[in-house]
Structures are given as C-alpha cells and as structure tokens.
C-alpha cells in the first residue's frame, strides 16, 4: 500500500513538472546554453582527434562527447561534490584556493601547453604522419586528453545547470540534448578544420584563449564568457570572409 502511494505520488509529481511552462522554459534555455558552453569541448575534440588515422576520427569524437555526457551528469548527480569542491582547500601567498579553482588552473594550462605545442608542430612544419598512415597519435592517448579537458569543461556546465534549474532531470535533460546536438555538428567542424589549415590555427588560438580565462577564472579573475564568445565569433566572422574571398576566381 505505501509504495503503491509512494509511485502514485511520484507519477503525479513527474506529470505536474512536465506540464509546468516553466520547466520547458528551462529546458530549451539550459539545452541552449549547455550548447554555447559546449562549443569549447567540440574545438578541442576536433583538434586533438585530427591525429588520429581517419578511420578512428568519428569513433574518438563520438566517445569523447559520450565521455562528457557521462561525466555532466555524474556531476549533476553529485551535487555535494561540487558544493564541497567550492570550499578552499589551498592558501598560497594570502590567496585561498578551492578544488574547483585548482582543476580550473590545472586544466587551462593543459590547455596552453596543448595549444602551443599544436601550433608549434604547425608552424615547424612537424604535420600528423597518421593521415599518410604513418605513426600518429594513439587512441587511448587521445580519449585521455579528453577525458581530462570533459572534468574541467564540465564545471562550468554543471554550474551554470545548477544556477538555472532546480530540478535535476530537466538538467539532465538539457545535457543529453546539447551533446546529440554537439555530436551531430563536431563531424563537420572537425573536417571544415581539417581541410583549411588557417582556421586549424584559429581553433589552436581559440584553445588558448579558453586556455587563459580559465587559469584567470582560477585566480578568481573572471572574464564574462560573452566578451570571449564575441571575440571567437567575430574571428571566424572573419576568417569565413577570407576563405570566401580567397575562393572566388581572379
């Protein structure tokens, strides 16, 4: 009898969260934004995997975004983690740092080095042997990589969900939507980035921008988020004019 009212009560509950105009309010905003936050991960996902032979290419996008799915809503699961990952841990020079400044320092020079490194390959002429079917980059190497950038990209994700939504399935909802959208869209990216080497140099600056606001966020230096997707916008605004340009016949 009490957990036939206990299902009753619950079967109510999930009915009356769907039908609030509310909830689906949150959902399309949080999906959306969980998209615009997203775009960081399929940037670096479709330059890291671009060393991989391209026979593993679509399988190592595939499951890094499950790999970020996965760990979002591990996270959205264990709210008390990133309550406690708030908390300062680390006092350095009269500074307090809490486990979440730490991942955030610790994953924006990851990003750095990778991006420097990237674009030093490039610019030295030191291209991936792996599309020639020479030794390229492993697949564990890579699904490493991503799995450690999916922890620091997911905080910012999981907190935005958090601040907008009260209800953990509609945040999880959200999530899911957002990465079968990132899926359908990191295919073309990664080959539009892989076919016009200058908007390859572009993702590597972009990944080191990404790279310095989240050391600077951190340091408790925040940048407001629109100023860096403005000035990612604005440069592939740009750089689509070039290529269009360059494109035309003389």
């Known amino acids: 009898m009490v957990q036939t009212a206990s299902r009753c009560v619950g079967h109510t509950a999930g009915i009356e969260l769907l039908t609030d105009p ?9 999906t959306a934004l969980e998209i615009v936050l997203g ?4 940037v670096f996902i479709s330059v890291v995997t671009e060393k991989l032979p391209l026979a593993q290419r679509t399988r ?10 996965g760990t979002r809503i591990l996270l959205l699961l264990t709210l008390s983690i990133i309550a406690g990952l708030t908390a300062p ?16 320092i610790g994953g924006g020079l990851f990003l750095i080095a990778k991006a420097t490194t990237e674009i030093h390959g490039t610019l030295e002429g030191e291209q991936t042997e792996a599309a020639a079917g020479g030794r390229g980059a492993s697949f564990r190497g890579v699904i490493v990589q991503i799995l450690l950038l999916d ?5 910012d994700s999981v907190i935005t969900a958090i601040g907008m939504a ?20 990191a295919g073309p990216i990664a080959a539009f980035v892989s076919a016009h080497p200058t908007v390859r140099m572009l993702a590597l600056s972009f990944l080191l921008l990404i790279g310095m606001a989240l050391v600077a966020d951190g340091f408790e ?15 592939v605004l740009v750089e689509l004019l070039n290529l269009r340009i360059r494109g035309q016949p003389e």
């Not at 922890?151 to 905080?155: K, R, T």
């Not at 399935?169 to 990132?182: G, N, S």
């Open 89 to 104: 841990i680390v006092t350095l020079a009269g500074a307090e740092f809490s486990g979440r400044d730490l991942i955030l």
């Open 166 to 185: 009260n209800e953990v399935a509609v945040m999880v909802a959200a999530v899911v939507i957002a990465v079968l959208v990132m899926l359908v869209a």
């Open 221 to 235: 230096l925040h940048i407001p988020k629109g100023y860096l997707y403005f000035a990612m916008g604005f440069s």
């Open 60 to 69: 190592a996008r595939t499951v890094g975004l499950g790999l970020a799915m």
């Open 22 to 30: 509310a909830t689906w309010v949150a959902l399309v905003t949080l």
């Open 39 to 42: 775009v960081d991960n399929v």
């Open 151 to 155: 922890v620091v990209f997911s905080l």
